[in-house]
Nanobody, 121 residues
Framework: QVQLVESGGELVQSGGSLRLSCAAS????????MAWYRQAPGKQRELVAV???????NYADSVKGRFTIARDNAKNTVYLQMNSLKPEDTAVYYC???????????????WGRGTQVTVSS
């Protein structure tokens, strides 16, 4: 069994900062890409940022220059540093990772349960 557990979401004022964390645990052989998605009420889930095992990153246009994704491969953890937060960043943020549980299995998609980020104006 593999689990992804997010933390760090809370209520913050516009212009503030938050750091989200997501730790993967369980029967893990390797982790490929890790990512953060978000879903606002009434909207589809969208990709916020992704990071490869070697550290390559990509961001949604709406967060470029404000958010930074990073990972600690030794801890199987991915982070999302969010600065200059805006009310439109309000959403449930989900962690996602491509994980192999042993050398002979394909990579599978795993999701966390989400953490709420609320930005007040």
């Amino acid at each position: 069994q593999v689990q992804l557990v997010e933390s760090g979401g809370e209520l913050v004022q516009s212009g503030g900062s938050l750091r989200l964390s997501c730790a993967a645990s369980g029967s893990i052989f390797s982790i490929n890409a890790m990512a953060w998605y978000r879903q606002a009420p009434g909207k589809q889930r969208e990709l916020v940022a992704v990071i490869t095992h070697s550290g390559g990153t990509n961001y949604a246009d709406s967060v470029k220059g404000r958010f930074t994704i990073a990972r600690d491969n030794a801890k199987n953890t991915v982070y999302l540093q969010m600065n200059s937060l805006k009310p439109e960043d309000t959403a449930v943020y989900y962690c996602n990772a491509l994980i192999a549980t042993d050398p002979w299995r394909e990579l599978l998609d795993y999701w966390g349960r989400g953490t709420q980020v609320t930005v007040s104006s």
